[in-house]
């Protein structure tokens, strides 16, 4: 059983997360040894066993933070129950919340490969909820009459896949500035479900 840890000890375990989050994210999963995130926070690589018995369970703890960080923004958002509305919200809130987690979104998706059966299963929960709420979304527009038809499941995936892309080549500095961006994927995802948009949609969803 791991020992408790304190107040120093909470803000070393956060430090290392931090640290083990950047590497991950520049190097891959495989690429980092606990050696390595051990120098980076300036203590000894057996101490970092106080906190996580194995790499892999570092991994799934950086996975399973942001996607409960994820869930729980989503839900304070509280975004509108009109189908069309909430799909808008729900493009825009993704956006915005990711693009100020740019390493963690890219470790949430791009190492889900090096997790082990047991800790997937866990994460992919996780994601699951997520992506049913979209689908939910999806399935109530198009019984509206207000999206186009589909597999709500299908579409839910390939509208996160897409807004997820964002984060392989965005830089804060470049020319397409985060409002633009916004109106530019919902642009695209309102395309792609056939979104009926003769009635207005106002969106100010915060992220």
């Not at 470790?107 to 939910?136: G, P, V, W």
């Not at 390939?158 to 804060?172: D, E, K």
Request: proline share 4%; with cysteine.
């Amino acid at each position: 059983m791991a020992r408790k840890i304190g107040s120093d000890g909470e803000r070393t375990r956060g430090a290392a997360s931090s640290v083990a989050q950047a590497l991950f994210a520049r190097k891959g999963y495989e690429g980092v040894s606990m050696r390595e995130i051990a120098d980076g926070v300036g203590m000894q690589a057996s101490a970092l066993y106080n906190y996580w018995p194995t790499k892999q369970d570092l991994l799934r703890d950086l996975m399973e933070r942001h996607m409960r960080e994820l869930l729980d923004a989503w839900t304070a958002s509280n975004p509108p129950d009109d189908p069309l509305a909430r799909l808008q919200a729900f493009v825009r809130f993704h956006i915005r919340h990711h693009m100020r987690r740019i390493d963690s979104t890219f470790i949430s998706y791009m190492e889900l490969r090096s997790l082990d059966r047991q800790n997937f299963a866990q994460i992919e929960a996780l994601r699951n909820r997520y992506e049913r709420d979209l689908a939910a979304t999806l399935d109530r527009g198009i019984e509206a009459g207000r999206l186009g038809q589909g597999d709500p499941r299908i579409a839910a995936r390939a509208i996160i896949a897409l807004l997820n892309g964002i984060m392989t080549w965005y830089r804060a500095d470049g020319p397409v500035g985060p409002a633009a961006l916004e109106e530019e994927y919902w642009s695209m995802v309102a395309r792609m479900t056939g979104a009926d948009q003769t009635e207005e949609t106002p969106c100010s969803t915060p992220a």
